[in-house]
Each structure stands twice: as C-alpha cells, then as structure tokens.
C-alpha cells in the first residue's frame, strides 16, 4: 500500500484537477465563446502532447494513418462534442449540475457497449444503471416532481447529457477499432485531430484569434489551466496510475470528481439542494454497483478513452 501512495495521490489531484475544471470552464465561457475557448484549450493540449511525445521519441506517424477513420471518430466525438457540450451546457446549468451528469458516462458506455457490442447487462451493471438514471433525475429535477412532468429542465443539463453521452460513444468506437492501441497515442492523436475540427467550425462560425484577443487574463489562465492541468498531466497521471494499479482500482478514483467540483463551489459560495446531494449518492453508488458486474479482461494500457471520462472537464 505504502509504495502505491504517490500514486493514489497522483489520482487525487488528477480527479481535482478534472473536478474543477467546471468550475473554471463556468468562468471562462461566461467571457468568451465555447468555440474559441474549446479551440485554445486544445490548442494548447495538442502542442503539449505532442512535445511530450516528441521528447520521448514515441510520436508515431505510421499509427495515425492506420487508424485515421477511427482517430477521427473519437477526436470529434469525445474532443469536439464533448467539450463543446460541456462549455455551451454550462451556460445555463451548475458546476455541479454538469460534473454529476459528466459521471454518469462509464453508465451510458456500459449501456452503448450492450446494444453495438451485445455485452450482456448482468443484475449488478442493470441496479447501477438505474440508480445512476435516478440520481440524475434527482439533480437535473431539483426533486421537483413537477419539473419532470412538465419538461421544464434547465437546457444545460440536456446539453451536457448530449455530451455524456458523446463521450461514451467515443469510448465505445475506441474499444472497437483500436483495441491494442497505446493510450497516449490515441489521446494525443484524438485530440490533435479534434484540435483541427474544433479551429476549422471556429474559422467558420467566429474569430478565434480576434475572441481570443479581447478575452482578458484570467480567461486564458483559465484555459491554460484546463489544457495543462486537466487535458495534459490529468491524462499522463491516469494512464500512470492504471498501468500500476490496473483498470479497476484507478477507475474508482473516478467518482471523486463530482465531489471536488462541489467543494470547490462550495468553497465560491453556491450550496447544493438536498435533491443533489442525494444525487450525488445515487451516481456514484450506481458507477460502483455496475464496476461490480463481469468486466472483460484488457491490458492496463488500452484504457484511454475507455476508463476515462475525463475529459471531464
């Protein structure tokens, strides 16, 4: 246990890391586009990991262009839908909000996996579902009955379920066409490729540059932060962790992340209703029951897109 600490330590700043990045991505999209802020964001990542990858002599060419199709799916799916849901979604819905929806995904990429790839749903995989479904039902509702039965939900968090559920669709297409891949090559070719897509709709819609240009300091701090800390090291520390610790142990850390970003509201003043908390309860507990049904068996370095929701934030 002793020898694994600064691992699970490494784990409890990647999963702060992730949790308040919807707390700074409020900040950031309430100054500037999502579009130009997702395309900088990235921007920054791409460079990053691509000089992480340079440096380390393993930046492959040959694999990119064996699985472009694939990368392509994944960098517009989980880069662009992902984050562009996450940023236009916190518009009008919480941190919080946002965070707990976001950790619903390893549930609806179990659901996603039944359906393309026929893995069988077992009683532990089916009681997690439901009680994930339930716990957003309670934060999205506010445990007003009344807002369920009219339809009046805020339209971020249906704009952030989108996102959720992009995201699980990812990981789906990554489990699929690139199951032998390295993680770091898929991320960092996903989200270059995604990096692309995201400046080629900012050309089209806005002016990046001219956004990016009247956006005042602490935007691009916030940005800076979100590529470095929750893009790059968050990514470098989970991949780490899970080839130490394997899939399962580091996939648990994952419900962490709802928990930072409500501290870190707290800690700005906004405090939850009871409904959320007991939706908080419900998500987690869900995400756990279903990590207890029949898992295949993967080598550690596979889970990329797989065992992160990451991008979380």
């Known amino acids: 246990m002793r020898s694994h600490l600064p691992t699970y330590a490494a784990?409890?700043?990647t999963t702060f890391f992730w949790g308040s990045a919807f707390n700074v991505g409020a900040h950031v999209i309430a100054r500037m586009s999502p579009i130009s802020a997702g395309a900088e964001r990235f921007a920054i990542a791409s460079i990053v990991l691509l000089g992480v990858l340079a440096a380390g002599r393993n930046l492959d060419l040959r694999l990119l262009r064996a699985h472009l199709p694939a990368l392509s799916a994944i960098g517009v799916?989980?880069?662009?839908?992902?984050?562009l849901a996450m940023f236009f979604g916190l518009r009008s819905t919480t941190p919080f909000n946002a965070a707990l929806i976001m950790a619903t995904t390893p549930l609806w990429t179990m659901l996603l996996s039944g359906l393309v790839e026929g893995e069988r749903i077992d009683r532990w995989r089916g009681?997690?579902?439901?009680?994930?479904l339930a716990g957003v039902v309670l934060v999205i509702s506010g445990g007003d009955p009344e807002r369920l039965a009219h339809l009046r939900l805020a339209p971020g968090d249906?704009?952030?379920?989108?996102?959720?559920?992009?995201?699980?669709?990812?990981?789906?297409?990554?489990?699929?066409?690139?199951p032998d891949v390295d993680a770091r090559q898929t991320t960092t070719w996903s989200i270059v490729l995604g990096t692309i897509v995201m400046l080629l709709i900012g050309a089209w819609r806005e002016h990046p540059l001219q956004a990016a240009a009247q956006a005042p300091?602490?935007?691009h701090w916030g940005l800076l932060y979100l590529a470095i800390c929750s893009s790059v090291l968050g990514y470098l520390f989970w991949f780490d962790a899970t080839r130490r610790l394997g899939?399962?142990?580091?996939?648990?850390?994952?419900?962490?992340?709802?928990?930072?970003t409500l501290l870190v509201s707290l800690a700005g003043g906004r405090?939850?209703?009871?409904?959320?908390?007991?939706?908080?309860?419900?998500?987690?507990?869900?995400?756990?029951?279903?990590?207890?049904?029949?898992?295949?068996?993967?080598?550690?370095?596979?889970?990329?897109v797989k065992s992160t929701c990451a991008e979380s934030g």
């Open 11 to 13: 784990l409890v700043v």
């Open 77 to 83: 799916l989980g880069i662009v839908g992902f984050n």
């Open 127 to 132: 009681a997690g579902l439901a009680s994930g």
């Open 158 to 178: 249906a704009i952030v379920c989108a996102g959720a559920l992009s995201w699980a669709l990812a990981t789906v297409i990554s489990r699929r066409f690139l």
């Open 217 to 219: 300091a602490s935007v």
């Open 247 to 260: 899939p399962a142990r580091t996939a648990a850390f994952f419900n962490l992340v709802p928990v930072f």
């Open 271 to 304: 405090v939850p209703q009871p409904a959320q908390l007991l939706g908080v309860v419900a998500v987690i507990g869900g995400v756990v029951l279903a990590s207890r049904g029949r898992r295949a068996v993967v080598p550690a370095d596979r889970h990329v």
